[in-house]
């Protein structure tokens, strides 16, 4: 079971802040399509990723009991 942490937009597409999925042993380029086919509105890539508050790349291997945080990109002037 890992957790997931939305913020911003994703937010308000999935409706929730926080998930828990039943999921473990996968990469996060993995969760990320599961993520997208779960709500199809989502898009990821272009996301950072976080596990357990360390930034992650698209390989990484999530585990069970991690927690995920993704990340939008951040604009401003």
């Not at 937009?9 to 998930?19: A, M, R, T």
């Not at 599961?34 to 976080?50: C, G, I, N």
Request: glycine residues 6%; hydrophobic residues 45%.
């Amino acid at each position: 079971m890992i957790n997931i942490l939305l913020f911003a937009h994703l937010q308000e597409v999935v409706g929730k802040s926080k998930l828990t999925v039943e999921l473990s042993d996968v990469s996060v380029a993995q969760l990320k399509e599961w993520m997208e086919q779960q709500y199809p509105e989502l898009s990821l890539q272009q996301m950072m990723t976080a596990i357990n508050e360390e930034f992650a790349t698209d390989t990484t291997i999530i585990n069970s009991g991690d927690t995920i945080a993704f990340i939008p990109p951040i604009s401003g002037g």
